[in-house]
């Protein structure tokens, strides 16, 4: 089985400064993927970064990167120079990658809420 | 091109009824997940169908219920309607549900059991 887990309810940062939300996962399967996902106010949860586990290098997107240990099954959000929008709940989340039984599903944390203060 | 729409976005009912949700994905999209989010539980896998077959299912019980059509539009049904159903209804889509894709979610629907 799938497990996810985000220690960190709630955060708050400095806007313009680094945040790093944390995410460490438990499965026992050798090819995965892990995603992050924003959810503001409204409601929609918003894809941000995708990181295989079998990627070398880290992901990176915009002002996204992952920082992906995979020895210490951790996978951490970093948002660079954070802005007021970025105040929301971040979710990690991962899936089996490859043709397999638990095909459509994915396993999310409990989330993060994150507040940018001006 | 047209998001996940989900309807309707807010729903209030009685406990004993019955409910249906409904989501239409992106086009081209055939397959659909839904999820449960509670402030308790956080986001729960409901289940996931591809070209209009269950593929997966998660630990609710039997009045949870889901069907997809030729279009892959997707309905959601729950029975018999319990207080702790109160949730926000998530919808996803993606191309064949698979690998790295990611999701595409709806803005959901906020239903609430009195």
């Known amino acids: 089985a799938q497990k996810i887990t985000q220690t960190q309810p709630g955060m708050f940062v400095q806007e313009k400064e680094a945040v790093t939300l944390d995410c460490t996962y438990d499965?026992?399967?050798?090819?995965?993927?892990l995603f992050w996902y924003k959810q503001p106010s409204s409601g929609e949860m918003i894809f941000l970064i995708y990181?295989?586990?079998?990627?070398?290098q880290n992901a990176t997107e915009g002002r996204y990167s992952l920082n992906f240990q995979k020895a210490r099954k951790s996978a951490n959000l970093v948002i660079s120079a954070s802005q007021l929008g970025d105040s929301a709940m971040y979710f990690c989340?991962?899936?089996?990658?490859?043709?397999?039984?638990?095909?459509?599903?994915?396993?999310f944390g409990d989330g993060t809420t994150l507040t940018v203060k001006p | 091109k047209a998001g996940v729409t989900q309807t309707p976005r807010y729903l209030i009912k009685t406990r004993g009824q019955q409910v249906t949700l409904s989501c239409s994905p992106i086009?081209?999209?055939?397959?659909v997940s839904w999820y449960q989010q509670t402030p308790g539980q956080g986001l729960q896998f409901l289940f996931e169908?591809?070209?209009?077959?269950?593929?997966n299912k998660g630990n609710f019980p039997g009045r949870f219920s889901g069907r997809q059509f030729s279009n892959s539009r997707s309905e959601m049904n729950v029975s018999t309607l319990e207080l702790g159903d109160s949730a926000l209804y998530l919808c996803?889509?993606?191309?064949?549900?698979?690998?790295?894709?990611?999701?595409?979610f709806g803005s959901g629907t906020q239903l609430s059991v009195l």
């Open positions: 086009s081209g999209h055939r397959s």
């Open positions: 996803a889509s993606s191309l064949v549900g698979q690998g790295a894709e990611k999701l595409f």
């Open positions: 499965t026992s399967d050798q090819s995965y993927g």
């Open positions: 990181q295989g586990s079998y990627d070398e």
């Open positions: 989340a991962m899936r089996e990658v490859g043709l397999n039984t638990n095909a459509g599903k994915s396993t």
């Open positions: 169908y591809f070209s209009e077959t269950q593929r």
